[in-house]
């Protein structure tokens, strides 16, 4: 992967610029996550996209060849759950070949992530992977996702990512309100001094399947007030503008939390990110109500440069600000689903 700029990136109406692409793969999972694909919803019945209407790999090639060329530094593959998808390691190896792209990762629920397949994902030139754990005890942990998995497997998958060189590992947890609450501070000091990074995200209101309610939030404030009932942590500067989670090391120098912290403090203001859904539509915010059909583009035989123009004429007219609103909100908006565009 090169790191040499190839362009200067576009601009929003908000004067925002393009540098994260987040693309989802699939809009499967074997999870049914009660913040994400409830099972009352994502039932055995629910019909979920035809293999016909997912993006190939060389189509999503192609689009994120187009949005680095716009300004992208950093692409994600998510889902669903991405290691659903069969090979995923050829399209990784696609997009590191990319020339322009910085940083490569991958977002999973670690269920599928064996030593083989972390092995096959650092060979083709994956970097880093981020592992949703919402519990570390079996009793909550299954009642999060929904299907009774343990959490064991995963925590020997956060070990393998490891082992395979995809880290330092980012491990994403959604606090619920009497749910998972009570599981913060053992996260966070279960891996205080591992070299990895836990980073605790406010339980939110993305889709309307999760019949999100306010009074169910655990906020930023009320994470960190949680830790420092026994540990002493200090605010540390961003990695880069845009960057969604509030750093914060431990002054024992023993490693960094993060919190994301999207209902009570919104970082709309500098949020630089698209989302690409497994079907080949943009979206333009994590709570979009619509998307705009990409894959229609390409499978009509527009050029890259038709299809660029189409790109720039999206992110340029984004005013989105949806978290930063969400209280004047006098009706309930429907909203894609988590599980589409992949968070």
């Not at 009570?182 to 339980?203: D, M, P, Q, T």
């Not at 004047?328 to 689903?337: A, G, L, M, N, Y």
């Amino acid at each position: 992967m090169d790191s040499i700029p190839k362009a200067t990136p576009m601009l929003d109406a908000l004067e925002r610029p393009i540098h994260d692409l987040r693309i989802s793969v699939t809009d499967r999972c074997n999870f049914r996550c009660v913040y994400c694909m409830p099972k009352h919803v994502f039932g055995p019945d629910y019909q979920f996209l035809k293999r016909s209407e997912l993006l190939s790999y060389e189509e999503i090639e192609r689009i994120a060849s187009v949005f680095v060329d716009l300004g992208v530094r950093k692409l994600r593959l998510t889902g669903g759950e991405p290691l659903i998808r069969k090979d995923i390691e050829r399209l990784i190896a696609k997009l590191a070949g990319i020339e322009g792209v910085q940083d490569l990762s991958l977002t999973t629920n670690g269920s599928l992530l064996t030593p083989k397949k972390a092995e096959q994902l650092y060979r083709a030139g994956l970097r880093r992977v981020t592992i949703s754990l919402d519990a570390l005890d079996g009793e909550t942990f299954k009642s999060m996702n929904g299907v009774d998995f343990a959490p064991e497997p995963v925590l020997k998958a956060i070990d393998i990512a490891a082992v395979a060189g995809l880290s330092p590992v980012k491990i994403n947890m959604v606090v619920k309100r009497g749910v998972n609450d009570n599981a913060v501070l053992s996260a966070a000091e279960y891996f205080k001094g591992s070299g990895h990074i836990i980073r605790f995200i406010e339980y939110m209101d993305v889709g309307n399947s999760n019949k999100w309610q306010a009074d169910e939030v655990i906020s930023a404030a009320q994470i960190r007030d949680i830790i420092e009932k026994k540990y002493s942590i200090t605010p540390a500067s961003p990695d880069y503008h845009g960057e969604v989670a509030q750093r914060w090391r431990y002054r024992d120098g023993s490693g960094e939390i993060g919190i994301i912290a999207s209902v009570s403090q919104p970082f709309c203001g500098s949020c630089t990110r698209a989302r690409l859904s497994a079907d080949g539509s943009l979206y333009t915010c994590l709570f979009a109500s619509s998307g705009h059909d990409i894959r229609a583009l390409i499978r009509s035989g527009a050029t890259d440069d038709e299809l660029s123009t189409a790109i720039k004429g999206i992110w340029s007219a984004r005013t989105d600000r949806y978290s930063e609103i969400r209280a004047s909100q006098s009706v309930e908006i429907p909203k894609i689903e988590m599980s589409y565009i992949g968070g």
